[in-house]
């Protein structure tokens, strides 16, 4: 049997793509390469992975965005990559949480696009 060996991309509409992908690079370092922009970190930190996950078509947890995708960044520094969104014109959305697992924060892009911030324990999640 064929298998899935990970995400292979993230994709989303945009109403300007190389002015968002701009942004992403100069507020996260996101390499914006041309239309397609390779993504590859050098490492994992430890207790990171990759989530694939559906979410009931009810849930509330990509609000307020009005998009049915939410992305998730691994990030080395968490209070770090929020002020540099908010510094970079993003709202905030909603206040840091931890886990075991990691703590998390969320943020609207200039596009209102929910992003989730992941920067991870070195426990991964099960």
Known sequence: MAKALGVGGI??????????????EDTLGVPAMGEFAPFLPATMPPGGCTVFSAFKDSTD????????????????DLDGALRQVTQA?????GEVQSF????????????????ELWEPSDTPPV
């Open 89 to 93: 014109g993003a709202t905030l959305a």
């Open 100 to 115: 075991d697992y990691g703590r998390f924060g969320w943020f609207l892009d200039p596009e209102g696009n929910k992003v």
């Open 11 to 24: 994709f989303f509409k945009s109403k300007d793509p190389a002015a968002l992908m701009k942004w992403y």
């Open 61 to 76: 947890y990509f609000a307020p965005s009005q998009q049915s995708f939410m992305v998730n960044l691994v990030v080395d």
